[in-house]
């Protein structure tokens, strides 16, 4: 799974494995449990560890990426191992993205000549907005000659909005462009019709009515910080006491608390997270320094630089000259 790969790749890199864990309740023989669920909090808990220890996330990214290997992903791995064509693999995976680590919203566009499979990374906490794209990015790049049984076909090309700090290792992949008006992966449209190493249609149908299981369940039952987070998400400069939000979802505010904490967080990295990502989504665009500040319910200035300060790890004012988003 993507948390055990970025493990692996960022203690390799010197990273103990316990600190890229903090505050997960995790271990990292949990990672290694096929049955065990490890949700969206958890794993972005895990990858602002991973941020907050290296100089080099660009290279940790693509290198996490690149490791990912499809049998580790269960019945969906198995169904794109087995579906019959390459165009068929995309859109099983595209169909059950939600089983994945892939935080971007991900779609196909089909033109004569090329095709597209696009990262749209709006949604995304900005502060590891730019890693979950290269490392999702080169998870789908790097698992395409496994699909194939052979090397990475010509005419496969990446682009990307944001150029990022350092050498990417996701170039080491396939050639990128950096710039562009949204994040890529295109490639020759034939490519679409070639058939599969593994194709197998039985074990196929029989991988994807599992997948189906799996994500009406997944679907039923949202996360107790999915639930604060849309809440909070209502008005980020309106914020209610814990214990006036627990009461809301039927909990205590200790009850609150203790389910929070499970899933690797709490309400105030919540709040931090609700508001700096809409922070950074205003400034992106248009908005003032003054003016967010205000709609994020700050009634000075500088107590919200010093709040962007801390989720960004820059000044508001320069995220907005440089429309990092």
Known sequence: MAAADLIDTAVEAGIPADRCLRGTWLTRSDLAAADRLITAEQELRIVRNVLAATEHPTALAGSAGARYQLPRAGFLGFALLSSNTLGDAIRVGIRFWRLTSVFERVTLEVNRQT?????????????????????????MV??????LGGPLPD???????????????????VDVSYGA??????????????????????????????????????????????????????????????????????????????RLAREGTGYRSLIDEVRGARAADLLSGGATVKQV?????????????????????????????????
């Open 115 to 139: 095709t597209a499979i696009v990262l749209d990374d709006r949604d995304v906490p900005a502060d590891v907005r730019q890693f979950l794209v290269e490392r999702d990015a080169a998870t």
């Open 142 to 147: 790097g698992v395409t000659p496994a699909l």
């Open 155 to 173: 005419g496969v090309r990446m682009s990307l909005r944001r150029r990022p700090n350092g050498d990417a290792a996701v170039e080491e992949l």
């Open 181 to 258: 008006d949204r994040n890529a992966i295109t490639f020759p449209t034939a490519l679409l019709d070639r058939p599969l190493a593994a194709a197998n249609p039985a074990v196929a149908a029989q991988c994807i009515a599992q997948c189906d299981e799996l994500l009406a369940r997944h679907q039923d039952e949202p996360t107790v910080a999915s639930r604060v987070r849309r809440r909070l998400a209502r008005d980020p400069g309106a914020v209610p006491l814990m214990r006036t939000l627990a009461t809301e979802m039927g909990f205590t505010e200790r009850t609150l608390r203790r």
């Open 293 to 325: 500040a205000q709609q994020l319910g700050y009634s000075e200035p500088a107590a919200f630089h010093h709040a962007f300060v801390r989720w960004h790890a820059l000044p508001p004012a320069r995220f907005r000259r440089a429309d990092v988003r």
